[in-house]
């Protein structure tokens, strides 16, 4: 049993910033990871960001690189992605997921790995 919480989402103007945290309850999986997805209105869910739990490795998708971050906090089994610069095209409803372990190149990208999903929660960007 894992419960994921996400919180922080809301509107902003463009430029501005965000910072979203995911808590973990439960069972949590030490040798897994975390991945931040977001899904626009009629789009598929994408790809964003990831983190290893034990190693602190970070993983971006092109749109994010340069302008989010993620971090964990392993006491708290919490993480975050904070947002900066943010832009009209990153307003979407963005879910953490929670993996055990993948194997393979770009496996944390894939959203069949992840086993257990937030509630998601809206980013709006104004122009």
């Known amino acids: 049993q894992v419960q994921l919480v996400e919180s922080g989402g809301g509107l902003v103007q463009a430029g501005g910033s965000l910072r979203l945290s995911c808590a973990a309850s439960g069972r949590t999986f030490s040798g897994g990871g975390m991945g931040w997805f977001r899904q626009a209105p009629g789009n598929e869910r994408e790809f964003v960001s990831a983190?290893?739990?034990?190693?602190?490795?970070?993983s971006y998708a092109d749109s994010a690189k340069g302008r989010f971050g993620v971090s964990r906090d392993n006491a708290k089994n919490t993480v975050y992605l904070q947002m900066n610069s943010l832009k009209p095209e990153d307003t979407a409803v963005y879910y953490c997921a929670a993996m055990e372990y993948c194997s393979g190149s770009g496996c944390h990208v894939r959203l069949r790995e992840y086993a257990y999903w937030g509630q998601g929660t809206q980013v709006t960007v104004s122009s």
């Open positions: 983190i290893n739990w034990s190693s602190g490795g970070t």
